[in-house]
């Protein structure tokens, strides 16, 4: 099945670093949807996008749907222990169907 | 306020058994989703009804066959369990209009290991 890429695959960062994210396509997509996933537990949603160019804060988190609405990017600014977990975007590819990215696993060094 | 919930947690069968995860919704959202995410962490998509209706089937082998005999709930039955089968599988449930609102919202998760 179809799958988004996303880059960095993992990263190690120190506490207080800004961190950036992000998620390209072969397709376009009208929305974009930003999740992060504890161990354990199900994706929870962070940030949704419905507009090319459009950037949304929710926090210290700020995405951006591209221009090209073939990606879109996540950042986190001053990162705390807390952001660690993996970092989904997710595409939703025509009525009914979301297409999930390979994932970005954030590690912060305190 | 559970927004989307999954039973069980955990599920440990062995091969050959038949077994079900239910899930519920209390959003009023009118479409639900079941995904598998495998030990990479991929999250794949396997159904999603919209009011009742089976809308994508994505190749799932046909031994696993979902039900919704409501718009808040989609239950996932599995029939002669096999060792690939063991993965965490998630329920999802969004609101497919208005186009504003197609935030999708996951349960928490079931865990199934098949020996």
């Known amino acids: 099945g179809q799958q988004l890429n996303q880059s960095p695959q993992s990263m190690f960062i120190q506490e207080g670093e800004d961190v950036s994210m992000n998620c390209t396509s072969s397709s376009i997509f009208n929305t974009w949807l930003w999740y992060k996933q504890d161990p354990g537990e199900g994706p929870v949603l962070l940030i949704a996008l419905y507009k090319a160019g459009e950037l949304t804060s929710n926090g210290r988190l700020t995405a951006q749907f591209g221009i090209t609405r073939k990606d879109s990017f996540l950042n986190i600014s001053a990162s705390i222990p807390s952001d660690v977990g993996i970092y989904f975007c997710a595409g939703k590819g025509g009525t009914y169907k979301y297409i999930f990215g390979t994932g970005t696993r954030l590690k912060v060094l305190a | 306020d559970t927004a989307v919930s999954q039973t069980p947690k955990y599920l440990v069968t062995q091969m050959g058994n038949d077994k079900s995860i239910k899930c519920e919704q209390n959003?009023?959202?009118?479409?639900m989703y079941w995904y598998k995410q495998d030990s990479k962490k991929f999250l794949k998509i396997m159904f999603s009804?919209?009011?009742?209706?089976?809308?994508i089937n994505e190749t799932v082998p046909n031994r696993f066959s979902p039900k919704s005999p409501d718009k808040a709930h989609l239950n996932l039955h599995i029939n002669s369990l096999e060792l690939g089968d063991s993965a965490v599988y998630f329920c999802?449930?969004?609101?497919?209009?208005?186009?504003?609102?197609?935030?999708?919202?996951f349960g928490p998760g079931t865990r199934l290991t098949v020996t």
């Open positions: 959003l009023g959202h009118d479409t």
């Open positions: 009804y919209n009011n009742k209706e089976l809308i």
């Open positions: 999802a449930s969004s609101q497919d209009q208005p186009r504003q609102s197609y935030e999708q919202y």
